[in-house]
């Protein structure tokens, strides 16, 4: 099997230290083992959206890179270290991930062309308004 083929099918599972903060109505996310990946939101649901999104970004990033991915901590030693906070193993499949990165990209670009036309016809509409132009 090619490097690259391995490399596709890859599943990480890494473990995540969920934060409720009531008094300002949010919760938080944090992977430890990876450098600023992290998602905050006022609902439950969007935070692990977020917090998957955030993983997978990390991760990818260090696959563009030819970075190893880290390590991932024990989750026994996370609990000990943090014992108000919830600790659970979070994973993402880089196919499911790439796929839907190209998904987010593809759409982005399909909504800056709709954006670039409907511009263009504004630019048009004014320039005909002002010169009186048919």
Known sequence: ???DEKR??????YPAIFTCHEEEGKYTIEFPD???CTATASTMETV????REALGMSLWELEEKAIPAPLPS???DLRHENRNAHICMMVVDMDEYRAYRLYKVQQ???DAIRWAMSKKKQHASLWSRVFGLR
């Open 48 to 51: 692990v959206r977020k917090a």
């Open 1 to 3: 099997m090619a490097s």
């Open 34 to 36: 990876l450098i600023g």
């Open 108 to 110: 982005a670009e399909q």
């Open 74 to 76: 024990k989750e026994i």
């Open 8 to 13: 596709d099918s890859m599943k990480y599972f």
